[in-house]
């Protein structure tokens, strides 16, 4: 057995040892934790929550500004804090979006706290590949505090611009204006300028609700009607190549526009590179004379007062001569006409006689209490206003040649709203952009009474089943219309076969809910429509087109079997209606004394029977007509208002025709 001895500094040197491997066990263990924790740090830092950019930096938010300034009068210190507010994004009527703001960025830079413009205008090119690096450079050179460096750009370009590290280098908040739909109604939706105020169309005329309000602004446009009506149109114009076209629906009992579409149109995201042309919206600025189409007015008119009767003559077989100027029909029937006939043959001659029956004044009057002479009341500043004679200078001439649509000009909405009030029952209601609650009753100002809109929508569904307007039946919808082919006017009178042609109508006429107005602007006639452009063969078409594809959509299903029947019944009358037992029909005379006075063609043409009473061939039938002296040419129309004018002698002709269907 070995003896060892252990000396106490043995034994304290072996203590001193085991404290020592005791403690570096302990700091081992220390630094492991520490390690652990920085890597877990760095671990959640940089992988499962990275740090983002600072808010300050990056436009996640709209900022609350104070009232803004335009962006022209701002000085250079100022323009870093321009901005936009919030606008409330614009619906049709089903909640489809028409117009939103985009948050968006604006980057701009502070030249003297850059060192190397060259390197910084490289490295942000970069991130914007449209850059001009030369130009860049030469602004980040400049001994200004302030440079717009982009404009609208998006969030992942502000990130990237930031990640960049250029000193001097910042970002506003904006907001742009997006239009989802593109070329849908974008004159009627109108633009957004950079200060963030719409300067046309709705945007212009709500622009205060729309940075007020965040609620969306809810249209009467529905975008699936607007979308059929500007693919029709759109045929029609690149079938007929007019100079510009237009196409309007319109609930005829609460006024409401379900569709507006003037061509040529733009894409409203790219407004800056339209043309006065595209953006000129033909439904309520441009100015045309409605042709045949008011002989619907005309009619609407006599019948109210008790003038007429449906079972009333009129002579449409000698020519009326008004100065050098001779009115006669186109496609005559060369015979007297029942009222009817009048209107399903598009008589001029007829609607002349009606019209000298009625009177001027009364004619003035009732053209007034319609709205005819009223600037069209619809939310947008563009709306345009009619062009007509003074009362001064409202004499026979005129009374005739307003009574066949010629001598007054009216924006188409305008048209559409009066055709609307004819078939209604006679309730006068304003055409609106802005929805209607379902249900809501729109009140209305009666200014004919429901007998007389009863038999007007009976005439106007002959017209379009037996008469100009047979190209746009849709069978199982009732549909009745009116065409109005005007000939165009220019700097020296009317253009001999250029054309106005239009038409306009209603569906289903035994209980009308919706109007349908289309026209093209000079169209040209093809090989398809025997070369006429009239509008039995260029418009009433595609009328009957948007009728068939939008029905459907509209809640609207074609009437079939007896409830066809019935309706047809309903809708019954003879083209030579018989007067009631009893009752003698009136004959108008050929081409009563004119009157001289403004108010005095009532006294003129008798209406009691006894003195329309006699048989037909013992009307006077005198070889001329009586001369009316024409009327002097108008001034001119304003600047900008195409196809307005007035009624214009040709110095050039010695006669002219005057023959409108």
């Not at 506003?172 to 109108?190: F, I, S």
């Not at 007896?562 to 030579?576: C, G, R, S, T």
């Not at 063609?601 to 037909?616: E, H, I, K, L, Q």
């Amino acid at each position: 057995m070995e003896t060892v001895r252990v000396t106490a500094p043995d034994l304290e040197r072996r203590a001193a040892i085991a404290r020592s491997h005791r403690r570096l066990t302990v700091g081992i263990i220390g630094f492991a934790v520490l390690y652990v924790a920085v890597a877990m740090k760095l671990t959640d830092a940089t992988v499962l929550q990275p740090m983002l950019p600072s808010k300050a930096l990056i436009a996640t938010n709209v900022p609350q500004l104070p009232p803004r300034q335009s962006a022209l009068a701002a000085t250079p210190a100022a323009l870093p804090m321009l901005g936009h507010t919030h606008r409330a994004p614009i619906i049709d009527r089903n909640g489809e979006i028409l117009a939103i703001s985009v948050p968006m960025a604006t980057a701009y830079a502070d030249p003297r706290q850059i060192a190397d413009p060259k390197h910084a205008a490289e490295k942000l090119a970069t991130v914007l590949p449209n850059l001009n690096v030369a130009a860049m450079t030469a602004r980040l050179s400049s001994n200004l505090q302030f440079v717009y460096v982009a404009r609208d750009i998006t969030p992942e370009q502000e990130i990237r611009i930031n990640d960049l590290g250029i000193p001097g280098i910042g970002f506003r908040e904006t907001e742009v204006r997006r239009y989802p739909l593109g070329r849908v109604a974008a004159q009627v939706l109108g633009n957004v300028d950079r200060a963030g105020h719409g300067d046309m169309g709705i945007e212009a005329y709500f622009d205060k609700r729309l940075l007020s309000d965040p609620k969306p602004l809810r249209l009467s446009l529905d975008v699936r009607v607007q979308a059929v009506v500007r693919d029709v149109l759109a045929h029609a114009f690149h079938e007929f190549k007019p100079i510009g076209a237009v196409g309007i629906v319109m609930n005829v009992n609460t006024g409401e526009v379900l569709a507006s579409v003037s061509l040529p149109d733009y894409n409203a995201n790219n407004f800056s590179n339209s043309t006065p042309a595209e953006r000129f919206d033909r439904a309520v600025q441009g100015a045309y004379e409605p042709g045949s189409i008011l002989k619907l007015e005309t009619l609407s008119m006599a019948l109210n007062k008790g003038i007429i009767h449906p079972w009333d003559e009129f002579d449409a077989i000698h020519p009326i001569h008004v100065g050098r100027f001779t009115i006669t029909d186109y496609e005559g029937k060369h015979r007297w006409l029942y009222l009817p006939e009048v209107l399903v043959y598009s008589s001029n001659l007829g609607a002349s006689h009606i019209a000298l029956a009625v009177g001027g004044t009364d004619q003035r009057a009732w053209l007034q209490r319609v709205g005819m002479f009223r600037r069209l009341g619809i939310q947008l500043p563009e709306a345009g206003n009619p062009m007509f004679q003074p009362a001064s200078q409202w004499g026979p001439a005129t009374v005739m040649t307003v009574g066949f649509g010629e001598g007054i000009t009216e924006p188409p909405m305008q048209i559409v709203r009066g055709a609307a009030t004819i078939v209604n029952g006679g309730l006068q209601r304003p055409a609106t952009l802005l929805a209607v609650a379902p249900g809501t009753e729109v009140a209305g100002t009666r200014v004919m009474k429901e007998s007389t809109s009863i038999v007007m929508r009976k005439m106007m569904r002959l017209v379009v089943a037996d008469g100009t307007g047979m190209a746009a039946n849709v069978p199982g919808y009732f549909v009745g219309g009116k065409t109005g082919t005007a000939e165009k006017i220019g700097a020296n009178g009317y253009h001999l076969h250029v054309n106005v042609s239009a038409f306009i109508c209603a569906f289903p006429m035994n209980a009308p809910q919706y109007a349908v107005y289309v026209m093209l602007d000079a169209p040209h006639g093809t090989k398809a429509t025997g070369y006429f452009s009239t509008a039995g063969e260029v418009s009433a078409p595609a009328a009957g087109e948007i009728i068939a594809r939008i029905a459907p959509m509209l809640g609207l299903l074609p009437a079939t079997g007896a409830e066809a029947q019935a309706i047809d019944a309903e809708l019954a009358m003879a083209l030579k209606p018989q007067p009631p037992p009893g009752v003698a029909p009136d004959v108008i005379p050929f081409q009563p004394t004119p009157p001289n006075a403004i108010g005095a063609a009532p006294a003129s043409v008798p209406t009691s029977p006894d003195a329309y009473g006699m048989a037909r061939a013992s009307q006077p039938t005198p070889p001329n007509a009586t001369a009316i002296a024409p009327l002097p040419p108008p001034p001119p129309p304003p600047p900008g208002a195409a196809g307005a004018g007035q009624r214009r002698a040709d110095a050039s002709r010695t006669a002219q025709t005057v023959a409108l269907r």
